[in-house]
């Protein structure tokens, strides 16, 4: 009977320690993802700052908007700019994040927030014509 009781208490430990191990490894797996995530966020910040800047010694002005940009990069005579563009961040989503661009009037603005925070990102990324990128942890 006490063989009994300590082998299904040490089945019920064994498997609490599996539960914990196979939580630490999808919490780090989660963590992972979200980093690179962040970082490919920042990125496209980035991308889109000097694609803002190409369209303003075009033609003198910033853009306005994400369309504007991406209708500016898909004409442009080379193509540095649709290459700074290409992909899913044409389309303002991009690895778990949702791009704007703003037309301020000095400049412009272009934003990057997490679509699900905790989940898809941590970090909001913000830019403008100084074309230094901000950040802005979400907690």
């Given at each position: 009977?006490?063989?009994?009781?300590?082998?299904?208490?040490?089945?019920?430990?064994?498997?609490?320690?599996?539960?914990?191990?196979?939580?630490?490894?999808?919490?780090?797996?989660?963590?992972?993802?979200?980093?690179?995530?962040?970082?490919?966020?920042?990125?496209?910040?980035?991308?889109?700052?000097?694609?803002?800047?190409?369209?303003?010694?075009?033609?003198?002005?910033?853009?306005?908007?994400?369309?504007?940009?991406?209708t500016f990069a898909n004409q442009a005579p080379d193509q540095t700019a649709a290459g700074l563009l290409g992909g899913s961040l044409a389309t303002g989503r991009m690895g778990g994040y949702h791009f704007t661009v703003k037309g301020t009037p000095e400049g412009y603005l272009i934003t990057a927030i997490p679509n699900s925070i905790?989940?898809?990102?941590?970090?909001?990324?913000?830019?403008d014509e100084t074309q230094m990128i901000r950040e802005s942890r979400s907690r």
């Open positions: 009977m006490k063989t009994a009781t300590y082998r299904s208490r040490f089945v019920i430990l064994a498997c609490l320690l599996i539960c914990a191990s196979v939580a630490t490894v999808a919490s780090y797996a989660t963590s992972a993802r979200m980093r690179r995530q962040e970082q490919a966020a920042k990125s496209a910040v980035e991308r889109l700052g000097q694609v803002e800047a190409l369209f303003h010694a075009s033609g003198g002005k910033y853009a306005a908007s994400l369309e504007e940009l991406v905790g989940s898809s990102g941590s970090i909001k990324f913000y830019s």
